[in-house]
């Protein structure tokens, strides 16, 4: 049996609450490239909206352009039917020049209507966009924060982490290599949580109470002792 000091368990404490605090601040900096990539991504989506109002608004810009040249070609076609009109000589090549003009006044309408609702189109897109754009100004500019605020984040995790190790390292260097040796064996076998306290004679890792000879063999602080139930090393903790 390991013989153990008060001051040793305490060496193990603190070992272990390095240890925690070492995974705690692994596991904040392993997510942050993670809360990065989310960033880009909102970005990213923001601006494929922005991008995709874009098109629809150059498809209506194109889509003018050809109303706009179509009721150019019927202006010119009523123009020259116009002229046609003053040179017939018969009341029949009148009539059809009359209904031919009338035709052409009709799809002139009709696509000056077009032209219209297109125009209309676009000014309710243009509103969206800039609209958009704001949100996205907006956006940017916060998530920028948030992505100083996680640079930040990671520069002081590092830092402390590498602290921890430092601080890991002397405690491995002071603490007796058998007593050690069963801490890691230990940890192996039950995970990160090696050593817990016992308060009122409950286990404090799996909430179990412990015989009472055992309890009381504990509050001698003079062998390493562990629970029957989980398994990890205990000592006890003042009530």
């Not at 013989?3 to 997510?31: D, G, N, Y």
């Not at 800039?130 to 984040?153: G, V």
Request: with cysteine; net charge negative.
């Amino acid at each position: 049996m390991i013989k153990v000091a008060k001051e040793q368990i305490e060496t193990l404490v603190t070992l272990q609450r390095t240890e925690l605090e070492s995974i705690f601040l692994k596991s904040q900096l392993s997510a942050i490239p993670q809360k990065l990539e989310k960033i880009d991504e909102e970005l990213q989506a923001a601006q494929e909206m922005i991008a995709e109002e874009e098109n629809r608004l150059n498809d209506l810009k194109k889509k003018y352009r050809s109303y706009e040249s179509d009721a150019e070609m019927t202006l010119s076609r009523i123009k020259k039917s116009e002229e046609k009109l003053k040179s017939v000589k018969t009341n029949k090549e009148y009539q059809s020049s009359l209904k031919e003009i009338e035709d052409l006044e009709i799809i002139h309408s009709k696509t000056e209507d077009e032209m219209i609702e297109c125009l209309e189109d676009m000014d309710g897109i243009q509103a969206e966009i800039d609209t958009k754009k704001k949100q996205y100004a907006a956006l940017n500019d916060r998530l920028n924060q948030e992505r100083e605020s996680l640079k930040q984040e990671s520069e002081q995790a590092q830092k402390k982490l590498a602290q921890l190790h430092t601080d890991w390292s002397n405690l491995t260097k002071t603490t007796d290599p058998d007593l050690l040796k069963k801490y890691n064996t230990v940890k192996e076998v039950v995970g990160s949580v090696a050593i817990t306290a016992v308060k009122d004679a409950v286990c404090q890792g799996c909430n179990v109470n412990i015989p009472p000879q055992l309890y009381n063999e504990l509050q001698r602080f003079d062998s390493l002792m562990f629970c029957p139930h989980c398994q990890r090393i205990i000592y006890p903790l003042a009530s």
